[in-house]
Structures are given as structure tokens and as C-alpha cells.
């Protein structure tokens, strides 16, 4: 006989990283609808162990993960209908700091995450904390210079936003099953992401006075990202990361700082007729 | 009771997700797990509606008037949990109707053009 839901640790399991998962979507969607999506997948579990066991819930994740992701985009899309009554200016300064914190938590959580051994365990939580954090800043440009780069400009920073976390919180909860790769690839989509930005905001109406600020903020991570990825294909294996104290100060600090630039313009200009709601 | 002033047209056409929850929802109130089960069971498993898209699409349709939400209860077939149920309004159910004659349109007129045949060997219907 199949005991209760919460006796049977494979669905306890399942429902606990679903309920984590649901941090992904928008505040007040999680709020009003969050207790009875977990409860309905965990009828989907109950229900599909009973009839399919554990390749049974392998398929029910897999199903789960595709409506996810989509679904959180939809309603971060939506949410962005909205998001020039919901950003105010104090919440455009907090992005603007969350992308300088965020900055220099990626750099210095990647560095001491992959090469120094003794301070791992503080660059994991860094590298982890840093890609919300950018997220929000690129929320933050969003608002405040969405309008002004275009529609493209407005999208591919929402994408970003949401897809980078997403991804790396994917990475976090799946890297038991082999999906930590994840865990780098969010940071490497919301990056690519910002780049993609900053060439639309050069092509369309140049939004700083240093404009090609967003384009070095954001590039250098994505292309090191697919170096890793190229390596990877041709050795079959992943390669050893590892960074010098040069690399640091030479390669991964001048775009660390170009982020904290466009994180202080970000934060220090921002027009009162934003905050019209 | 103030009538809402749209019109099921402005609806049309449904998506997928929408014609398959107001279908669900056509014969009575029914929670989400319920409308979910019920919409796999009319599409005899090809549609597979996650969570995600359950309850976006049920927040849009609160939205636009297209069902409501009934009342919290428990589900006397399933556990003691309390349940969230939703039912069609009556804008939500006009656009059904509309959205299911504009099918059955579309599918008289694939009879017309003989897409059925090879089904039978007896040729057109």
C-alpha cells in the first residue's frame, strides 16, 4: 500500500526543490498561487509513482522543468507590462548597487571558488548570491533605459534576468545528477545577455556617456565561458580552472570594474519621471 | 450585479491552454489538480499541463472575467487539504461556445475539402 506523500522521501523530496524552484517567479505570483502549484504537483507525484515509480518521476521532472521555465518567462514578461509603475527610482539605485555587490561577489566568488582551495567555501556562495544580484541590476537598466535602447534592448535584459538564475539555481538543485555546468552557464546567459544590450544601446540611441560601457561589462565571461566549452568538446573532458592573481587583476577586474561603473551611473542618475506610477 | 462589458470575441481565438480549461471547467467546478486531470484526460494525454501553465493561464482568466474562483474546500475524493476551486462565468462560458462553433467550422470545412477520406475506405463522409 503507498503510504502518505510525506512518507515517501523520492515525493517529500520532489515537492521540497519544487517549492524552492518557485522562488523563480515573480513575487507576488509565488504569493497567491504558490501553495496550490506545490500542492498540485504533489498530487502529480503521488500519482505518477504510483503508476510509473522512479522513471515515472525522472518523466514527470523533466515535464515540470520545460513548463517551468517557460512559464516563469511568461509571467516575468508579463510582470513587465507593468514594470515602469512597479520600478521607482529608490528600487532603480537598489538595482543599481545589487549590479556593483553583484560584480564583485562574481569575481571574487569565481576566483576564489576555482583557485584558491582554502577560501572555496566562501566563493561557492558568492559565485551562487552574485548571479540574483546581477539580475536585479539588470532589471534596474531595464527600467531605467529599457525605453530608450528599444524593444529588443528591453526583452534580451529580461531574458537575462530571468534565464541566468534560473539556470544557475537548476545547476545548484541538479548537480548531484551531473547538471553543475549549470551553475556557470546561468552567469554566462545573463551575461551575454547585458552584451547583447550594450551593442543594442550602441546600434539604436547611445544611453552614457562611456557606451561602450556595457559591451566590456558584460563580454569577457561569456567568451571565456565558451573557450571552457570548446575545450571540453575537443579533450572530452572538462578542463582544470584555475586562475593566477595576474588573471585576476589583469583580466577578470578591469570588466568587474566596468560593472561597477554602469552599476554607480545606474544608480546615481535616475530621473524623477520614472517614479511616476 | 454589474455586467462585465466585454465580449467573448475579443477572446477569440482561445489558446490551447484556455479552450482546454474552460472545456474542463464546462460541466462543473473543479480545482486545479482536478482541471489538469480533466484536461489530459479530453485530450487522452497530449496535452500536458504543468503547474506553471495551469495557474498563469488561471490568473489571466480571473483577470479577464473569464471564470471566477468559487470557494475553498476540501476535495472528499482526494486527502483533507483545502482546495481553491474555480468555475465559468457567464462571459467564460459564451467564450467557449463561440471558440468551440468556430472549430467545428473549421472542421466542416476540412470535411468539405474531403481531409477525412483517406481515414475511410469508404471515401468522403
Same mark, same amino acid.
Given at each position: 500500500?503507498?503510504?502518505r506523500?510525506?512518507?515517501?522521501?523520492?515525493?517529500?523530496?520532489?515537492?521540497?526543490?519544487?517549492?524552492?524552484?518557485?522562488?523563480?517567479?515573480?513575487?507576488?505570483?509565488?504569493?497567491?498561487?504558490?501553495?496550490?502549484?506545490?500542492?498540485?504537483?504533489?498530487?502529480?507525484?503521488?500519482?505518477t509513482?504510483?503508476?510509473?515509480?522512479?522513471?515515472?518521476?525522472?518523466k514527470?521532472?523533466?515535464v515540470?522543468?520545460?513548463?517551468?521555465?517557460?512559464?516563469?518567462?511568461?509571467?516575468?514578461?508579463?510582470?513587465?507590462?507593468?514594470?515602469?509603475?512597479?520600478?521607482?527610482?529608490?528600487?532603480?539605485?537598489?538595482?543599481?548597487?545589487?549590479?556593483?555587490?553583484g560584480?564583485?561577489a562574481?569575481?571574487?566568488?569565481?576566483?576564489?571558488?576555482?583557485?584558491?582551495?582554502?577560501?572555496?567555501?566562501?566563493?561557492?556562495?558568492?559565485?551562487?548570491?552574485?548571479?540574483?544580484?546581477?539580475?536585479?541590476?539588470?532589471?534596474?537598466?531595464?527600467?531605467?533605459?529599457?525605453?530608450?535602447?528599444?524593444?529588443?534592448?528591453?526583452?534580451?535584459?529580461?531574458?537575462?534576468?530571468?534565464?541566468?538564475?534560473?539556470?544557475?539555481?537548476?545547476?545548484?538543485?541538479?548537480?548531484?545528477?551531473?547538471?553543475?555546468?549549470?551553475?556557470?552557464?546561468?552567469?554566462?546567459?545573463?551575461?551575454?545577455c547585458?552584451?547583447?544590450?550594450?551593442?543594442?544601446?550602441l546600434?539604436?540611441?547611445?544611453?552614457?556617456?562611456?557606451?561602450?560601457?556595457?559591451?566590456?561589462?558584460?563580454?569577457?565571461?561569456?567568451?571565456?565561458?565558451?573557450?571552457?566549452?570548446?575545450?571540453?568538446?575537443?579533450?572530452?573532458?572538462?578542463?582544470?580552472v584555475?586562475?593566477?592573481?595576474?588573471?585576476?587583476?589583469?583580466?577578470?577586474?578591469?570588466?568587474?570594474?566596468?560593472?561597477?561603473?554602469?552599476?554607480?551611473?545606474?544608480?546615481s542618475?535616475?530621473?524623477?519621471?520614472?517614479?511616476?506610477v | 450585479?454589474?455586467?462585465?462589458?466585454?465580449?467573448?470575441?475579443?477572446?477569440?481565438?482561445?489558446?490551447?491552454?484556455?479552450?482546454?480549461?474552460?472545456?474542463?471547467?464546462?460541466?462543473?467546478?473543479?480545482h486545479?489538480?482536478?482541471?489538469?486531470q480533466?484536461?489530459?484526460?479530453?485530450?487522452?494525454?497530449?496535452? +500536458?499541463?504543468?503547474?506553471?501553465?495551469?495557474?498563469? @493561464?488561471?490568473?489571466?482568466?480571473?483577470? /479577464?472575467?473569464? $471564470?471566477?474562483? &468559487? !470557494?475553498?474546500?476540501?476535495?472528499?475524493?482526494?486527502?483533507?487539504?483545502?482546495?481553491?476551486?474555480y468555475?465559468?462565468?457567464?462571459?467564460?462560458?459564451?467564450? +467557449?461556445?463561440?471558440?468551440?462553433?468556430?472549430?467545428? @467550422?473549421?472542421v466542416?470545412?476540412a470535411? /468539405?475539402?474531403? $481531409?477525412?477520406? &483517406? !481515414?475511410?475506405?469508404?471515401?468522403?463522409?
Open positions: 500500500m503507498i503510504s506523500p510525506a512518507e515517501l522521501p523520492i515525493i517529500a523530496l520532489s515537492v521540497k526543490v519544487y517549492q524552492v524552484l518557485l522562488i523563480a517567479y515573480p513575487a507576488k505570483f509565488q504569493q497567491e498561487y504558490g501553495s496550490e502549484m506545490t500542492q498540485v504537483f504533489q498530487d502529480c507525484c503521488l500519482r509513482f504510483r503508476q510509473g515509480g522512479t522513471n515515472g518521476m525522472l514527470l521532472w523533466t515540470t522543468l520545460l513548463d517551468l521555465v517557460q512559464s516563469v518567462v511568461s509571467e516575468h514578461t508579463q510582470k513587465e507590462i507593468h514594470m515602469k509603475k512597479e520600478m521607482k527610482p529608490e528600487d532603480i539605485r537598489k538595482a543599481g548597487w545589487s549590479l556593483m555587490l560584480a564583485v562574481f569575481v571574487f566568488g569565481m576566483y576564489w571558488e576555482t583557485s584558491v582551495w582554502d577560501l572555496w567555501i566562501i566563493g561557492f556562495p558568492l559565485l551562487l548570491l552574485s548571479v540574483p544580484m546581477m539580475a536585479f541590476g539588470l532589471r534596474g537598466l531595464q527600467a531605467r533605459y529599457g525605453e530608450a535602447v528599444g524593444r529588443f534592448g528591453k526583452n534580451i535584459l529580461q531574458f537575462g534576468a530571468v534565464l541566468g538564475p534560473v539556470t544557475t539555481l537548476v545547476g545548484f538543485i541538479g548537480g548531484w545528477v551531473g547538471l553543475f555546468v549549470l551553475i556557470y552557464t546561468g552567469p554566462a546567459i545573463l551575461l551575454t547585458l552584451t547583447i544590450f550594450g551593442i543594442a544601446a546600434l539604436k540611441k547611445p544611453y552614457l556617456n562611456w557606451k561602450a560601457l556595457t559591451v566590456f561589462a558584460g563580454i569577457w565571461y561569456p567568451v571565456f565561458f565558451i573557450n571552457v566549452l570548446i575545450t571540453r568538446m575537443m579533450n572530452g573532458r572538462w578542463p582544470v584555475s586562475f593566477e592573481i595576474a588573471d585576476l587583476v589583469g583580466i577578470m577586474m578591469i570588466p568587474c570594474i566596468a560593472m561597477i561603473a554602469l552599476g554607480y551611473i545606474l544608480k542618475h535616475v530621473p524623477q519621471e520614472t517614479a511616476t | 450585479m454589474t455586467e462585465t462589458l466585454q465580449t467573448p470575441d475579443e477572446f477569440l481565438p482561445l489558446t490551447p491552454a484556455v479552450f482546454n480549461i474552460l472545456l474542463a471547467l464546462a460541466d462543473g467546478e473543479k486545479g489538480y482536478g482541471i489538469m480533466e484536461v489530459e484526460a479530453n485530450t487522452k494525454g497530449q496535452v +500536458l499541463m504543468g503547474p506553471g501553465t495551469l495557474y498563469g @493561464s488561471i490568473k489571466r482568466m480571473l483577470q /479577464a472575467d473569464l $471564470i471566477e474562483e &468559487s !470557494d475553498e474546500r476540501a476535495d472528499p475524493d482526494m486527502d483533507d487539504q483545502r482546495r481553491r476551486y468555475k465559468l462565468t457567464n462571459l467564460g462560458r459564451r467564450a +467557449l461556445r463561440m471558440e468551440a462553433e468556430r472549430l467545428a @467550422s473549421q466542416q470545412i470535411r /468539405a475539402k474531403n $481531409i477525412f477520406a &483517406s !481515414d475511410f475506405s469508404g471515401g468522403a463522409t
